[in-house]
């Protein structure tokens, strides 16, 4: 009798004859995912002289579904990285697969090297994932952010796509934060100060903290596919501070009576 674990829930060969494998071969194509299916929306980024903020509701819908509301789409790396991701939840569940495995590896590795990925290694390996996967007409649908420390021990934050395109700027969104969230962080960051320092290097987390906070609930009155719970972690150098389950405060719709032009509200 095989006692191979391949082998196992088959019937035995010798009484009923070989298995037949083509029983269970599909029949036409190869296929591939032609666009996501459960999303999650905007994650929003920014620095600060200190580390960085980055944030993201848990929310992910079906469609237009608001489906699953406890999403967390934070994923911690080895307590000095984050990646926050945007898009397809399946394939979101794969990369952080990833990089559990990766995780294991540079442990086992570590303990002779003592060297372990800073967050712009991690950066560059999840974008030649994500381009591997595009050359191979077969993406992950997601956009990444990257949030932690380079090698000089400096701040790093940096977006991937699916089609393996890379961006770094001291303030980052995907999704509809995008289009709502960056002007005010831009904002906070963008350009340099008296001294000539740049801007974000004389940000405090308290101020950096509050805007994303604000850029939250902002796509929470403003994103349909948004939600009033989320996630938001510090990267500074003694480590990652994650906090789950998060809800907005001192939410204000009195802008609601004002909004005109659909449904009966026509005037």
């Given at each position: ?5 391949e082998?196992?829930g ?35 980024a ?36 984050i ?8 394939d979101?569940?794969?990369?952080s697969?990833?990089l ?15 060297h372990?990925?800073?967050a ?19 993406p ?11 090698a ?46 740049e ?10 903290e ?31 501070e994650l ?25």
């Amino acid at each position: 009798m095989n006692h191979l674990p391949e082998a196992w829930g088959r019937p035995r060969d010798d009484i009923y004859g070989a298995y037949d494998a083509s029983y269970v071969q599909p029949n036409g194509p190869s296929q591939r995912t032609q666009q996501p299916v459960v999303t999650g929306t905007s994650v929003l980024a920014i620095k600060f002289a200190d580390g960085i903020v980055i944030a993201a509701d848990n929310l992910a819908s079906y469609g237009s579904l608001a489906r699953f509301s406890d999403v967390k789409r934070l994923l911690p790396y080895a307590n000095t990285s984050i990646i926050g991701c945007g898009g397809d939840i399946s394939d979101m569940e794969y990369i952080s697969r990833l990089l559990q495995s990766l995780a294991i590896n540079e442990t086992q590795q570590s303990s002779t090297s003592h060297h372990g990925l800073t967050a712009a290694n991690l950066h560059s390996y999840l974008s030649k994932v994500l381009y591997k996967r595009r050359s191979d007409f077969n993406p992950l649908w997601n956009q990444l952010l990257v949030a932690g420390f380079d090698a000089a021990d400096k701040p790093f934050l940096a977006s991937a796509d699916l089609l393996g395109t890379t961006f770094s700027a001291p303030a980052l969104a995907t999704g509809f934060g995008a289009h709502l969230a960056m002007p005010t962080l831009r904002g906070l960051v963008e350009g340099t100060d008296a001294e000539g320092r740049e801007k974000w290097e004389g940000l405090s987390r308290e101020v950096a903290e509050k805007a994303i906070r604000d850029c939250l609930k902002v796509l929470w009155y403003r994103d349909a596919r948004s939600a009033e719970s989320f996630s938001i972690a510090v990267v500074t150098k003694k480590g990652v501070e994650l906090r789950e389950d998060e809800r907005l405060e001192e939410q204000s719709w009195a802008f609601a009576e004002g909004v005109r032009g659909y449904g009966t509200q026509v005037n």
